[in-house]
């Protein structure tokens, strides 16, 4: 990939993966909650699935799958550690895989999940398009990535701190995507019948400390190229954290989740009619009065 693409330290995502893996109980019920969102949407289509394949679930996503009657499950991660979650089961296969670099033959899959896992990747379209053709036509592929507005109380806090301490910033929470990003990536990689759209997970935690803990355990510490390689102040994350106070309930920091929907091409999905095969003006249904290009109404 050309550097331009580089936004990601990949080699430093894994080996914070490897080092959460063993630790990842500790976040399960959100991962959780993330994937049930995912799986279900399954419930919304009465097609069945055979050969899944599970990107990045930190053991939570293939083992539902299985639940699901889903015969084989193929789990890959970044790092081996994370793909060998939760253990040996039988019908899922562990692999160790880069996203980017996917080792999969076209039609392999006939459905595709990666819950919370695509927003380390620099090349997304890049790794959309491989995974597209890794999928069997009329196969399912459901996504779900942080969205924008994740973590952003942290991302102020932190962003005030150190332009107080050092009057300049460097990136210390990953980017993520919008909404509007969502479909034009999927219809960019060749999914048919596109959707993006929004969900969210109400977090909340009693104190700032408790969700750096639940960042470190997910594996989701900084890892933006362009991150100040420097010690930072110590007075940074004291003053940071302590501008975010708890609430009577918590401190809230929701999860803002950007879920992608898309089919592999198949011959037998709907598809949009000819231009100029309708049999009704719109004007007729809307019961109003068609205007050309140009002319006014009431004139």
Known sequence: MADAMQVFDRALVRRRRDRAAGGIGAVAPIL????????????DTTRRFHRALDLGGRGVVAPALRARGIGQVVSMDLSAAMACRPGPEEGILPLAGDEEWLPFAPGSFDLVLANLSLHW????????????????????????????????????????????LRGGLSPRVSPFPEL???????????FAMPVADRDRLDLRYRSPLALLRDLRAAGEGNAVLARDPRVPPRALFPMALAALTPGPDGLAMPLEMLILTGWAPGPDQPRPAPRGSAGLRLADALGTVEHGTGERPGN
């Open 180 to 190: 509007r990003d969502g479909a034009a990536l999927l219809q960019r990689a060749g």
């Open 121 to 164: 990747v620099n090349d997304l379209p890049g790794a959309l398009l491989q995974l597209r053709r890794a999928m069997a036509p009329d196969g399912l592929f459901l996504a779900s990535l942080p969205a924008l507005g994740t973590l952003q109380p942290l991302r102020e806090a932190l962003a005030r701190a150190e332009s107080e």
């Open 32 to 43: 959780e909650a993330a994937a049930a969102l995912l799986l279900d949407r399954l419930d």
